[in-house]
């Protein structure tokens, strides 16, 4: 047997293995999860601007992204997140709670590596593409506008 | 403060859309969730470079401004800003100073919950 028969039989044999994610319902929760964060943000937002009249849009809409953003890293602290992850797949990752999501559950992962080369480097392992990606993009799109 | 509740209807099904794209490419390509939150901050970049973001967001808010997509035309148009007002060093400077208060948050909060809970995934 050579090694392209090989692989071909081990991915077969991993494909069958893999637990089958529902796609129908799987995109439904992804859905309505993904659409209630968003309304929670905006919430936030209009509560925010509620409060604090002066508040700008921009300052409000930040001050929404951070409060998430920590309620996200508490719940992972708590173990509820990953659950919510488990049912909504992807209503749980785009949403910018799945970002901080990423930078707290792999801080706790990684804790008993050490402080520095454990928590600290490694809290980034997905956070940071995504954090590379877009200082890259957004210096392209800088470049861009200045030039044309 | 709900001066327009019709505003949280299409907060919802633009932001449910958009997880649901995700969703889908997850189910059709295998993506690991790195690879979903680098695409979806092209696209958030993208769309905000030829201007399309600023007419999604005036529609829907939070639902675009929430996903990662909002990160995205964050980082794009900070750096455009800055690059308009200051030049070259506006360019660099202009998408961190913009996401800053995210991130920084991420970071603070990732950590001290790391500090605090211990990992529950065996």
Redo the contacts between chains.
Sequence with gaps: MNETQRNEKYNAYIKSKMPK?K?WP??F???????????L???I???C??IFPYMTSLEA??W???I???I???L????IY?KIGAY????S????????N????????F??EGMVFG??AK?F???G???V???L???F??????IF | MFDDPLIYLKVFLVGGLVCMIGQILIITTQMTSARILVSFLLLGAFLEIIGVYQTIYNFAGAGIAIPITGFGASLARGAIDAGQNLGLIGVLTGGLTATAGGIAAAIFAGFVVAMIFNSRTK
């Design positions: 994610t796609a799987s995109l929760h992804a859905f309505w999860v993904g659409g209630l964060i968003c309304c943000g905006e919430f937002k209009e509560l601007l509620y809409s930040n929404s992204s951070i998430i953003i920590i996200a890293a508490l992972t602290g708590f173990g990953d909504a797949g992807a209503g990752i785009i949403p910018i709670t799945g970002f901080s990423s930078i707290a559950s792999s801080a706790l992962e804790k008993r928590l600290m809290m392992v997905i956070a593409p995504v954090i990606t877009g200082v993009v957004s210096i799109a800088g470049l861009l506008y200045l």
